[in-house]
Structures are given as structure tokens and as C-alpha cells.
């Protein structure tokens, strides 16, 4: 047996792109005919290219053989198959589903006929989509979904902390969510046991995360609840003293920043290499809001200072104005004392040309400055990835 926790998730600017998570434990039971069993280690979920798609398949079922058959069956026609849209690839796959129900999973009892998977699958166009099985039908996961062994004695841990309603989880969220779940599995349960796979479906890729990255997220989930159960009776204990009580959070606050900044200091890239190879559908930074400084020593300088990441981000976007980027809202300051915004596609259309203020002077836009002019499609919109500073000095 084993245990799949999966999750849609979305960033909170951008609601309707389309991220799934998918964790899984690795343990396998074997059922020997004189009624033993024992455990081995499997990979229970790997995405594959096939044809016009990308497909990651696992799941549960009481004979692997069978859970076997069913993905290799799937994954084999769907690298036959000629069509390239997500609608398209629901339709095919439950005819396969089917048929595999109708033929192949007749060869074993009724008992362990059913396999319950959940598939993610990304056209080449970029459609990215995550199912669940239900006999031949394929289930939108909308929210989250758990697959496997006894599923029920943790389902209310996960309505707890990803209730049905409000917003979706951030997908780094969503994995240190899926780690917990799956660690209270492996804690309360012989058949379920890591490693852990963590399989990360969007419009650019479907992808296996290094194990490295899942075992930093399984040791900061498990620290940080280790923490919050320390203080957790504290909280609740009216009778402490009103001291003792501020010195319990007063601890817990400090503890919490430092483990958080280490994290953070530990994760910065050491080179300009990795800066540019990083991958932020699982940021490893504070989104939005950081200047790594790269010095000639290696040491990164992390800075989250409010007042230096806007500037910095300022300073990038003027650049992009520069370089033509738009459109663009631009204040002028006329002799009258009065100052007033004219639009553009961009900073080429308004270069010594004039405008006229409501006062009748006419305003020349020459010597643009970089508080005076901003992007207009990012005055709403929030950052999506980190600001990052190369400052290397030789």
C-alpha cells in the first residue's frame, strides 16, 4: 500500500494558472502466500513523456502487479495517442481505464480489482491538468486529495489546514503540508514509509523534485512542529503567570526567526549560475522581497530590508522603462508648481515631446527621472519572484 497527498495550489497574484503537487511515500508491502508480508522501497510516481504529453501516474491498489499493469497500460497509449488537448486526453484515458477494468483487472478477484490513481498530465501546448481515478472516470482535483492507505484517519488533519473554502495554497505550502501529512502516516501506520516523491505539474514542466529539496522540506516541517507543539499547552494554560507566559512566546519568537533566517541564508545561491538556473514554482525565497549580494568571497549577503528591495525593484523596473518596456505612467512638473501624468506605450513616445498643463504651459518630457515614471501594468500586480542583486567585487 501506500499514501498520495495532492493539491492544487496557485500564487496569490495569479489565481488562474494552474499549479499541482503531488507527494507519495516509497513503501511497498509484499504479501507472502503463508501470510507474512514485508516492506520494500518503490518509486510510486514518475513523470514520463509520452507523445504529446507529459504524464505522471501512481496510486493504490491491493496487488501492485495490477496498479503495474494499469499505469504501463495508460502511459503506453498515451504515447500512441494523436491527439494534443487536455480534453482529448480525459476522454482517451477513461476508455482506456475501461477497457483495462473490463479485461485485464477481470484476471484477479473482486477484492483486488480496484485501483484508485491520480494522474497529472501537461499537453505540449502547455494545459496542465490533475485527476483522480473513480472506477473509469477521471475526478478533478480542485483542491486537495488524498489516495492510499487508510486515507480517512488523516483526512481531518488535512481539512484542518486547507479547508474547502478560501484561498489555494502557495505550492510550497502545499509540500510542506503533503510532508506532514505523510510524516503522520509513516508515525502511525506499517504501511506507510519514505523516501518521499514529490512530483511538481505546471504550464512549463511536470517534474520529480531533487531529493535533497524534499528532505530540506521534510526536516523544516518536522522542526517547526516540534516547536509549535512546545508551546502549544503553554498558550492554552490561563494559569501561568502573565510573565512566564510573554517569556513562552517571547522564546518561541526568537527560535522561530532564527530557524527561519538560517533557512533562508542557507538556501541563497552562491554563484551567478545559480541565481540564473533557480526555478521559482518552488521558491526557496522569500517571493518578492530579497537582494541576494554575491561577493568575491562566496558568502551571499542577505538583505530584506523594506526600504532596499523597493528601491532595488524600482531601480530594475526603470531599467526595463529604458529599455522600452510599457506602457508607462509618467508625472511631469510644470513651472506653475503643478504636476500632472500623461500615458504612453512606452519612454520612446514621450522623449521631447510636449504636454500641455491645465494652467496652458506647455511641459517638454526631458531629463525623465526614476521616481517620476513607473510601469502602468505593475501597479496592481505583485512580484513573482525574488529581486536579486550581483554585486561582485573583484
Not at 482517451?92 to 485485464?104: A, Y
Not at 533557480?278 to 537582494?291: E, H, T
Amino acid at each position: 500500500m501506500t499514501l498520495f497527498a495532492g493539491f492544487r495550489c496557485a500564487y496569490a497574484h495569479d489565481l488562474n494558472e494552474k499549479i499541482f503537487v503531488v507527494c507519495a511515500d516509497s513503501q511497498e508491502t509484499v504479501d507472502m502466500p503463508d501470510g507474512s508480508s514485508y516492506r520494500v522501497a518503490r518509486q510510486k510516481i514518475k513523470p514520463r513523456k509520452c507523445g504529446n504529453f507529459e504524464i505522471a501516474m501512481g496510486g493504490s491498489a491491493q496487488t501492485g502487479e495490477l496498479l503495474d499493469a494499469c499505469v504501463d497500460r495508460i502511459e503506453e497509449r498515451v504515447a500512441g495517442f494523436a491527439g494534443n488537448s487536455i480534453p482529448e486526453l480525459k476522454r482517451f484515458v477513461s476508455k482506456e481505464l475501461l477497457d483495462f477494468g473490463r479485461k485485464d483487472a477481470k484476471l484477479y478477484s473482486k477484492k483486488s480489482r480496484a485501483v484508485d490513481c491520480i494522474v497529472l498530465a501537461r499537453s505540449l501546448a502547455g494545459d496542465v491538468e490533475c485527476w483522480r481515478t473513480r472506477a473509469a472516470q477521471l475526478v478533478p482535483v480542485e483542491r486537495k486529495v488524498l489516495i492510499g492507505w487508510n486515507e480517512n484517519l488523516y483526512e481531518h488533519v488535512l481539512d484542518r489546514l486547507y479547508s474547502d473554502v478560501g484561498p489555494l495554497l502557495p505550492p510550497q505550502q502545499a509540500v510542506l503540508l503533503g510532508m506532514h501529512i505523510l510524516k503522520l502516516a509513516e508515525d502511525t501506520s506499517n504501511y506507510v514509509r519514505g523516501p518521499v516523491t514529490v512530483v511538481v505539474a505546471h504550464r512549463g514542466t511536470i517534474r520529480e523534485l531533487p531529493s535533497e529539496k524534499v528532505k530540506t522540506f521534510q526536516e523544516r516541517i518536522d522542526l517547526f512542529r516540534a516547536q509549535v507543539d512546545s508551546v502549544l499547552l503553554s498558550l492554552a494554560d490561563h494559569t501561568l503567570r502573565r510573565g512566564a507566559y510573554e517569556s513562552k512566546l517571547d522564546e518561541f519568537k526568537a527560535t522561530a526567526l532564527q530557524l527561519r533566517d538560517d533557512y533562508v541564508q542557507d538556501s541563497a545561491p552562491k554563484s551567478v549560475e545559480e541565481i540564473m538556473s533557480r526555478d521559482d514554482v518552488i521558491p526557496d525565497f522569500p517571493v518578492g522581497g530579497v537582494i541576494y549580494q554575491l561577493k568575491v568571497d562566496g558568502a551571499p549577503v542577505v538583505n530584506e530590508n523594506p526600504a532596499d528591495v523597493a528601491a532595488w525593484q524600482k531601480k530594475i523596473e526603470f531599467q526595463k522603462i529604458l529599455g522600452g518596456a510599457g506602457p508607462i505612467r509618467l508625472t511631469l512638473h510644470c513651472k506653475c508648481a503643478k504636476s500632472f501624468e500623461v500615458e504612453s506605450p512606452n519612454i520612446q513616445m514621450v522623449a521631447r515631446r510636449e504636454f500641455e498643463c491645465e494652467c496652458g504651459a506647455r511641459n517638454t518630457a526631458t531629463g525623465i527621472r526614476m521616481e517620476d515614471v513607473r510601469l502602468k501594468m505593475a501597479e496592481d500586480s505583485a512580484p513573482r519572484i525574488v529581486v536579486t542583486e550581483t554585486d561582485i567585487s573583484l
